[in-house]
């Protein structure tokens, strides 16, 4: 990620240790690292729901596809696709049938 090499990393923390003390500088570190972790989960997330919206979008094209050629002589990624929606339609109905 970033290009930075020992030497680097040494000059940043005895810089660190003179600037905040010995006393404040565990703290400082913590709250760095607990930063950068939270940065990390909200990119995280923020790629699960992009993949997760393209994926979508993909079902959607591909509904779309099915039906204009009138859902027969489909290719078999179109099947899949038409597949894969109708088992999803089915786990929503499922609840709503033991009532």
């Known amino acids: 990620m970033f290009d930075i090499g020992f030497w680097e990393l040494l000059v940043i923390g005895v810089l660190a240790l003179l600037i905040l003390g010995p006393e404040r ?3 400082a570190m913590r709250s760095t690292i607990n930063t950068i972790r939270s940065v990390r989960n909200m990119a995280t997330g923020f790629k699960t729901e992009v993949e997760h919206q393209l994926r979508v979008h993909e079902l959607h094209e591909n509904l ?3 039906e204009q050629q009138g859902l027969k ?3 078999p990624e179109l ?9 999803a ?3 929503v109905r499922e609840p709503y049938k033991k009532q």
Do not use: F, M, T, Y
């Open 73 to 75: 002589d489909l290719s």
């Open 89 to 91: 339609a089915e786990s």
């Open 79 to 87: 099947e899949e696709s038409v597949d894969e929606l109708k088992k």
């Open 64 to 66: 779309k596809k099915a």
């Open 25 to 27: 500088l565990p703290g």
